[in-house]
């Protein structure tokens, strides 16, 4: 599968974006799906995954109640709603897959990465 993430730019602290991964080459409907950031410097981090039907989500503590992790599996798709951002978020935002199915924080258990796209936050 080719995970295709888009929907990155600069925003000023507080302003909103919404991350889209798009997926091609097989249906993603079966797994478990992740977003992870990296910024410059410091290690991939894990922000949010989503199970195989929607129905379960977890997130980075620094993100809960701003981020929502979403899919439409009709489209092969899934997002990564992103509000009151802040400084801190600014990092290259990767989105996974996962075979397993079930939502889980383990970069070693995501089989296929998409290429990442840049989230600029200014204060």
């Known amino acids: 599968v080719q995970l295709q993430a888009s929907g990155g730019g600069l925003v000023q602290a507080g302003g909103s974006l919404r991350l889209s991964c798009a997926a091609s080459?097989?249906?993603?409907?079966?797994?478990?799906m992740g977003w992870f950031r990296q910024a410059p410097g410091k290690e991939r981090e894990f922000v949010a995954t989503?199970?195989?039907?929607?129905?379960?989500?977890y997130y980075v503590d620094s993100v809960k109640g701003r981020f929502t992790i979403s899919r439409d599996n009709a489209k092969n798709t899934v997002y990564l709603q992103m509000d009151s951002l802040k400084p801190e978020d600014t990092a290259v935002y990767y989105c996974a897959s996962s075979p397993l199915g079930v939502i889980t924080h383990r970069a070693y258990e995501y089989h296929y990465w998409g290429q990442g796209t840049q989230v600029t936050v200014s204060s």
């Open positions: 080459g097989r249906t993603i409907s079966n797994d478990a």
């Open positions: 989503i199970n195989w039907s929607g129905g379960s989500t």
